[in-house]
C-alpha cells in the first residue's frame, strides 16, 4: 500500500514558526512516516513547532507515543511545541491518556 | 457457540498495513448491530491496539539470521467478532510467543500526574483498551488472545 494513502503531512515554514498539518490515519503502519517527517523538525530549537491535527481522522497509541517522544524533545532542548485543532475524538484519546495538559501546558509558555 | 450468537471471523496476515481492514469490518458489523457512533469509534481504537500488540510483539521476536525458526507459513492474527444478545466480544489471536499478561497489565498506565521527564511514549496502548471496553481479557496459552466486550445499550430501552 502506498503510504501517501494513509497519512497526510504538510509543512509550513513562516516567521520564524514550523507547522506541520497532519490529516488522515497516524497508526502503526504510518508512524514510520510521521517519524521521518518529525525527526529533522525537533532539532529546530529556535523555531516554534505546531502540530495541526485537523484533518486526523484517527491516532493510536503509536501516534500518541510518538508526540510524547517529540514533547520529549523539544522540552530537553528547552524549545516550545504546541498542539492546535485537535477534533473531538482525538482530544477524547488524548484526555484518557492523560497526555491533553502536556500539550496545553506547552501551548501555554512563550 | 450459543444459540443467541453469531459470529464472523476475519483472518489477516500479521503485518501492521492489515490492521485498517480490521477496523473496516468491525466498523461495518458495529453499525448493523446498532452501536452509536462514539462506541464504534472506541472499540476501534481498542482493536487496533490489541492487533498492533500482535504484530509487534507476538512475531516480533524471531532471531535475524536463524535458518530454523523461519515459520513455513506465514504469521497470521485471527478475529472473531462475537455478536451476542447485550454485547460485542471481538477475539484478537495470534500464535506467536505468548506474552506475559500479568506484566503487561501492570506496564499499562496512563500519563496523568506524571511530569515531562516521567513520560514514556511505551504501555498505553493496553491502558487504552481498558479504558475504552467494558472488558478486557488477556488468555496467553497458545499465542496470546484479547478478549474485548462492549456492552450494547439499545437507546429507547430502560435500564
Do not use: W
Given at each position: 500500500m502506498?503510504?501517501?494513502d494513509?497519512?497526510?503531512?504538510?509543512?509550513?515554514?513562516?516567521e520564524?514558526?514550523?507547522?506541520?498539518f497532519?490529516?488522515?490515519?497516524?497508526?502503526?503502519?504510518?508512524a514510520?512516516q510521521?517519524?521521518?517527517?518529525?525527526?529533522?523538525?525537533?532539532?529546530?530549537?529556535?523555531?516554534?513547532l505546531?502540530?495541526?491535527?485537523r484533518?486526523?481522522?484517527?491516532?493510536?497509541?503509536t501516534?500518541i507515543?510518538?508526540?510524547?517522544?517529540?514533547?520529549?524533545?523539544?522540552?530537553?532542548?528547552?524549545?516550545?511545541?504546541?498542539?492546535?485543532?485537535?477534533p473531538?475524538?482525538?482530544?477524547?484519546l488524548?484526555?484518557?491518556?492523560?497526555?491533553?495538559?502536556?500539550?496545553?501546558?506547552?501551548?501555554?509558555?512563550? | 457457540m450459543k444459540?443467541?450468537?453469531?459470529?464472523?471471523?476475519?483472518?489477516v496476515?500479521?503485518?501492521?498495513?492489515?490492521?485498517?481492514?480490521?477496523?473496516?469490518?468491525?466498523?461495518g458489523?458495529?453499525?448493523?448491530?446498532?452501536?452509536?457512533y462514539?462506541?464504534?469509534?472506541?472499540?476501534?481504537?481498542?482493536?487496533?491496539e490489541?492487533?498492533?500488540?500482535?504484530v509487534?510483539?507476538?512475531?516480533?521476536?524471531?532471531?535475524?539470521?536463524?535458518?530454523v525458526?523461519?515459520?513455513d507459513v506465514a504469521?497470521?492474527?485471527?478475529?472473531?467478532?462475537?455478536?451476542?444478545?447485550?454485547?460485542?466480544?471481538?477475539?484478537?489471536?495470534?500464535?506467536?510467543?505468548?506474552?506475559?499478561?500479568?506484566?503487561?497489565?501492570?506496564?499499562?498506565?496512563s500519563?496523568?500526574g506524571?511530569t515531562?521527564?516521567?513520560?514514556?511514549?511505551?504501555?498505553?496502548?493496553?491502558?487504552l483498551?481498558?479504558?475504552?471496553?467494558?472488558?478486557?481479557?488477556?488468555?496467553s496459552d497458545?499465542?496470546?488472545?484479547?478478549?474485548?466486550t462492549?456492552?450494547l445499550?439499545?437507546?429507547?430501552?430502560?435500564?
Amino acid at each position: 500500500m502506498n503510504q501517501s494513502d494513509k497519512l497526510f503531512l504538510r509543512t509550513e515554514n513562516k516567521e520564524g514558526k514550523c507547522t506541520v498539518f497532519v490529516g488522515g490515519e497516524l497508526d502503526l503502519e504510518s508512524a514510520a512516516q510521521m517519524r521521518a517527517v518529525m525527526s529533522p523538525l525537533i532539532e529546530l530549537s529556535d523555531r516554534e513547532l505546531t502540530l495541526n491535527l485537523r484533518e486526523l481522522r484517527y491516532v493510536d497509541s503509536t501516534g500518541i507515543g510518538i508526540l510524547v517522544s517529540v514533547l520529549k524533545a523539544r522540552h530537553a532542548k528547552n524549545a516550545p511545541f504546541v498542539v492546535e485543532a485537535v477534533p473531538p475524538n482525538i482530544r477524547k484519546l488524548f484526555d484518557m491518556t492523560g497526555i491533553t495538559p502536556f500539550l496545553l501546558k506547552q501551548a501555554g509558555q512563550a | 457457540m450459543k444459540a443467541n450468537e453469531e459470529i464472523v471471523t476475519l483472518k489477516v496476515p500479521a503485518a501492521a498495513e492489515y490492521i485498517d481492514l480490521v477496523r473496516l469490518t468491525l466498523y461495518g458489523l458495529a453499525v448493523k448491530i446498532g452501536f452509536s457512533y462514539e462506541e464504534i469509534e472506541d472499540m476501534k481504537v481498542a482493536v487496533s491496539e490489541a492487533c498492533n500488540n500482535a504484530v509487534l510483539y507476538a512475531y516480533g521476536d524471531l532471531p535475524s539470521g536463524s535458518t530454523v525458526s523461519a515459520p513455513d507459513v506465514a504469521p497470521h492474527i485471527e478475529v472473531r467478532f462475537i455478536k451476542q444478545t447485550d454485547a460485542l466480544s471481538i477475539v484478537v489471536k495470534d500464535d506467536g510467543r505468548s506474552f506475559d499478561a500479568a506484566a503487561a497489565a501492570q506496564r499499562a498506565e496512563s500519563l496523568h500526574g506524571k511530569t515531562v521527564d516521567e513520560l514514556q511514549a511505551g504501555g498505553l496502548g493496553l491502558y487504552l483498551m481498558q479504558a475504552l471496553m467494558d472488558q478486557v481479557q488477556v488468555n496467553s496459552d497458545a499465542g496470546t488472545e484479547v478478549v474485548l466486550t462492549k456492552r450494547l445499550l439499545k437507546s429507547g430501552e430502560l435500564a
